[in-house]
Nanobody, 114 residues
């Protein structure tokens, strides 16, 4: 059974930085595509960034140049470094693991004040 646990969220001022972590249980992490998604109040969940098992990445246009996704297969952990944060980045950030089926974490709140 896969379990994903996010951490690193919090309250930060605009222009600040946060680093999110997602620790995964199970033995399939290194084979999986890992992603970060976010959901703002009243909006649908949307993809922020994704990294494949081979290390290829893609980003939503609204975070390009500001956010960086990375993974450490030895630690079964995926990271999201978020710089130059904006108030519109506020939301709950979810970790997603994809390998045949999807697994989701419970989410971590990110609040960016203006």
């Amino acid at each position: 059974q896969v379990r994903l646990v996010e951490s690193g969220g919090g309250l930060v001022q605009a222009g600040g930085s946060l680093r999110l972590s997602c620790a995964a249980s199970g033995s399939i992490f290194s084979l999986s595509t890992m992603g970060w998604h976010r959901q703002a109040p009243g909006k649908q969940r949307e993809l922020v960034a994704r990294i494949t098992s081979g290390g290829s990445t893609n980003y939503a246009d609204f975070v390009k140049g500001r956010f960086t996704i990375s993974r450490d297969n030895a630690k079964n952990t995926v990271y999201l470094q978020m710089n130059s944060l904006k108030p519109e980045d506020t939301g709950v950030y979810y970790c997603r693991q994809q390998l045949g089926r999807d697994y989701w974490g419970q989410g971590t709140q990110v609040t960016v004040s203006s």
